[in-house]
């Protein structure tokens, strides 16, 4: 059933004001940058790409959105085809970058993580080749406050240390920063987005995600937020006040 337009509008004032919010505190965004947009064809990147282009609009200096799209025979929780994402950027009007990219690993359900692991490792390396030769000052992801909290549990228990992705990150002597400006928003509301906007339906294809660490911790989080709604909440308040250092302290090391 389609949505009243109302709600429509009342969702994206929603994320677009949580966007305003994160690109503010973490100093995401300065005039004349030129910001690569990693596009996977998912619910999160096409969001993220949609209202960087919406916010626009709204700020008082310029700045330039593109996107990469890595062709890879390996595919993390979301799948669209590079035609479709072609088609439908051009349809934005932002230029896209598509890379080919084979990830020469076999399937081994004793080492996912190590595969998972490889996986982003190789990716991340295509988005600061493709930046480098665009002359982008800013690399986006998709990532948003669950994908923050996930990896926050997986740090605590797979590795025994509190550390998460940083909502920005600079690289190369500050050459470059990597930025995730979903990074205040719930996945729930993303999704409902994603369906309001009609983006193309999206399909996995990797042998390992859905048996992957991150897959149970959400599949925890899941149940234990069934039990008390706040959980999320409260580990993600931790996480911020962590990334809030005092004078003395030091922010904690961020694992990807």
């Known amino acids: 059933m389609e949505r009243d337009i109302s709600e429509k509008k009342r969702l994206h004032y929603k ?14 965004l300065e005039p004349e940058d030129r910001i690569l947009v990693a596009v996977s064809g998912g619910k ?18 310029p700045y330039e959105v593109m996107a990469v799209y890595v062709d890879s025979n390996y595919q993390c929780g979301s799948l669209i085809e590079g035609e479709t994402v072609e088609e439908l950027l051009k349809k934005w009007e932002v230029p896209l970058e598509i890379v080919p990219l084979s990830i020469a690993m076999e399937f081994d359900p ?5 595969s998972c692991f490889w996986c982003s490792w190789n990716r991340r390396k295509v988005f ?10 800013k690399i986006a992801l998709g990532h ?12 605590l228990f797979y590795q025994g240390k509190f550390s998460t992705m940083l909502p920005a990150q600079t690289y190369f002597q500050g050459e470059m920063q990597m930025i995730r ?8 509301d993303i999704l409902q987005f ?9 399909a996995c294809t990797c042998p390992v995600g859905q048996a992957s ?17 706040f959980v999320k909440s409260n580990i993600f308040q931790a996480i911020m006040r962590q990334l809030q250092p005092s004078d003395n302290e030091t922010v904690p090391t961020i694992a990807d």
């Open 128 to 137: 600061f080749e493709v930046a480098r030769k665009l002359n982008c000052t």
């Open 110 to 114: 004793e080492k996912m993580g190590a």
């Open 44 to 61: 999160d990147s096409l969001t993220l790409l949609r209202l960087l282009l919406d916010r626009k609009r709204q700020t008082p200096f």
């Open 194 to 202: 994603a369906i309001d906007s009609h983006f193309p339906k999206q």
């Open 15 to 28: 994320l677009m004001g949580q966007m305003a919010n994160a690109l503010c505190d973490f100093k995401m």
């Open 213 to 229: 660490n991150r897959a149970k911790i959400k599949n925890l989080l899941k149940l234990l937020t069934e039990e008390n709604a």
């Open 144 to 155: 948003h406050k669950d994908d923050l909290v996930q990896t926050t549990l997986m740090n």
């Open 181 to 188: 400006p979903l990074c205040y928003m719930d996945e729930a």
